[in-house]
């Protein structure tokens, strides 16, 4: 039975809020709930639910940013740096103090969200051009403090190892592990984005996006809703400095540079500003690319080049590949993989009777 | 007891450094001027332009006029192909288009240049005596001097251009208001291209002159990384500005490097002009020359 909608038949606010109006839409849900818990983990093997891992993490930090760059029209370049806020936050707890991870993570997100908040205070004053610069700024400061700081580097080469999370008294330590704690939080973090658009909070993110003056005139505190979407995008870049601290075991700060800042923007605009549907295709997409690229060049590239050369070119080619991507999907598709995949469907949606 | 000498030294170097930092935001600040675009990639042109001519001599054995003359030729046809393909694409789209697009073109120049030119530093060798030139108590590299006299002819030359030249003036018309320029009879678009040929100059003679001091690799690109405390100090469609704003970064980080780096162990250098960006951003946002904007709806 191919469902079809037709016509408006919503009788309550509630059917007109809810999140899947579609029947299809909460049964596609469902199903990729159970790929997702189910099946994945039990068929793929620990290289693939190794990838699918950095995906999830990907994912988290790609939802906070669109908060910020999607819904609310702020640009920030430091991101990567909020990220490592987050992680040497808990990483410092977890050694120092024996903090269990959902103690630390908190925590770490808390402590992002209020460096994030600081770092957009110039957004009152300055915005577009002058923020992006504004928050670069808080990149490289942050990173420099980080680094220099040994007593929250943790000294040599300013790295930090963690142990293991554990839960109940389990030690998660397995890819497959890894992988249920990560998806927890990626759902979570999905329900909390969705939801959270749906809101006053929400909305007034939206409206300072579109028309900033227009907003404060119809009596939104613009001050108090931009900082506070630098917290909540700091507070997922935080948590998501977190789990990846967990997941590698360590807390280095080389994870979280510039280009990381980068790769999430790149994330964001490739998948679609503004949806949450973007910020997770993006993150699919960023994460397999180099992946993608080096088995190319490894299965292929051998039969053009030479393996000395292959060591030069993959790298730079990533770079290419992915600076190009950036330019193409700004110039030909603004909206980002999220437009293709709604145009695909609803391409399918009136098939055969297509006018 | 005040080292009057070092003091001195650190003065005189950051002045010249600074401005060759200058140089570089000329070209920042020349096409945000006229095309409101801000140009990320800015240190990877500079990088690109060092990459031709150090290849021009050092692989092809051209000689020096010969191989700036290609770096001068190339990066004014890169202006213009890029503004032709991608930016001209994306004019009237809002501000993080440009900026990603930039940061993504910037990727793309980093992955581009060590792909054909190999990843090892090249040199790029100018007929300049290596000896410091000695003035009292000041010991100068005399490739700082050439970067501050380039950078100072170039000022007094784009200064020129946009009070005095026909081309210019109209410049200044497109960067005051397009549409009203248009209405003039004035191409737009081939003034837009103007700019980021113009940009390309600025670029390949930043990245002689840089690269000479540094050595041509992927490094060379961070340079650009500089030149937002430069432009934000200035003011970013500020030609003065830009001159200023170098000279601030240059003293900021030398006298940094100099009276901080000893008690925290490096790295200042890189860090202390951000600060002072930061603070010069919550206090003056439009900068020292730059022009206030009173938005309206």
């Known amino acids: 039975m191919i469902h079809r909608e037709s016509g408006l038949l919503k009788t309550s606010y509630q059917a007109d809020m809810a999140l899947y109006p579609l029947p299809i839409a909460r049964w596609s849900i469902a199903v990729i709930l159970v790929l997702a818990f189910l099946i994945v983990p039990l068929l793929l093997s620990d290289y693939y639910l190794s990838i699918i891992n950095l995906i999830s993490v990907a994912i988290v930090g790609a939802l906070g940013l669109n908060v910020l760059v999607g819904y609310t029209g702020l640009v ?138 227009a907003a404060e005139i119809i009596g939104i505190n613009i001050f108090r809703y931009k900082l506070l979407a630098f917290a909540i995008s700091s507070f997922y870049a935080g948590v998501t400095g977190v789990l990846y601290t967990y997941y590698l075991g360590i807390a280095n700060y080389e994870q979280y540079q510039i280009t990381t800042s980068i790769d999430y923007l790149a994330m964001i605009i490739i998948g679609g500003l503004g949806s949450v549907q973007g910020a997770v295709f993006g993150a699919i997409f960023v994460t397999l690319l180099p992946i993608v690229i080096r088995i190319a060049m490894e299965t292929f590239g051998g039969l053009l080049f030479s393996s000395g050369a292959l060591l030069n070119i993959i790298p730079n080619l990533r770079l290419i590949v992915f600076g190009l991507l950036i330019i193409v999907f700004l110039i030909v598709e603004p909206e980002g993989l999220n437009r293709l995949w709604r145009n695909i469907r609803s391409y399918f949606r009136v098939w055969p009777f297509a006018y | 007891m005040f080292d009057w000498q070092f003091f001195v030294l650190l003065l005189s ?107 090892g530093t090249k040199s790029l060798p100018l007929p300049i005596p290596e000896e410091p030139v000695v003035l009292g108590p000041l010991f100068i ?82 340079v650009g990384l500089k030149v937002f405390p430069v432009v934000i100090l200035g003011g970013l469609d500020s030609i003065p500005g830009a001159i200023v704003g170098g000279l601030i970064v240059g003293l900021v980080e030398n006298m940094a490097a100099g009276y901080i780096d000893p008690y925290v162990g490096g790295g200042t250098k890189d860090f202390a002009p951000y600060v002072l960006m930061i603070i010069a951003l919550m206090v003056r946002p439009y900068g020292i020359f730059g022009k206030a904007i009173i938005e309206r709806i």
């Open chain 1, 76 to 213: 920030s370049i430091g991101h990567g740096a909020f990220m490592s806020v987050g992680a040497y936050t808990a990483a410092n707890l977890a050694v120092r103090l024996d903090a269990p991870f959902w103690v630390s993570l908190p925590l770490g997100g808390l402590m992002a969200a209020a460096v994030g908040a600081v770092v957009g205070v110039p957004s009152l004053r300055i915005k577009g051009l002058y923020l992006a610069i504004a928050t670069l700024a808080g990149q490289l400061i942050i990173e420099w403090t980080i680094n220099h700081v040994t007593w929250i580097s943790g000294g040599v080469q300013a790295s930090i190892e963690v142990p293991r999370p554990s839960l109940f008294g389990i030690q998660i330590s397995s890819q497959r592990g890894m992988y249920f704690f990560l998806l927890a939080f990626v759902v979570l973090a999905i329900v909390g984005v969705m939801n959270l658009m749906r809101t006053r909070v929400g909305r007034a993110f939206v409206a300072i996006r579109d028309q900033d003056i």
């Open chain 2, 13 to 119: 170097n950051g002045i010249l450094i600074g401005l060759m930092y200058s140089l570089i935001a000329l070209g920042f600040v020349l096409v945000y001027k006229a095309t409101d675009a801000i140009n990320f990639a800015q240190g990877e042109f500079v990088m690109i332009a060092g990459f031709v001519v150090a290849v021009a001599i050092a692989a092809y054995g051209a000689p020096l006029w010969l191989a700036v003359a290609v770096g001068l030729a190339g990066m004014i046809g890169f202006g213009f192909a890029l503004e032709r393909v991608m930016l001209r694409k994306l004019i009237g789209r809002p501000v993080i288009a440009v900026v990603m697009a930039t940061i993504g073109l910037a990727a793309v120049l980093r992955g581009f240049g060590p792909l054909v030119w190999g990843a």
């Open chain 2, 141 to 222: 590299p005399p490739i700082q001097l050439v970067g501050a006299g380039v950078s100072l002819l170039f000022l007094a030359a784009f200064s020129w251009f946009f009070l005095r030249s026909r081309r210019g003036i109209a410049m200044r018309a497109v960067a005051d208001n397009q549409q009203v320029a248009m209405a003039m009879g004035i191409n737009v678009e081939r003034y837009f291209g103007l700019a980021w040929a113009m940009t390309g100059i600025v670029s390949a003679l930043g990245g002689i002159v840089w690269g000479n001091l540094l050595g041509v690799d992927v490094q060379l690109s961070l």
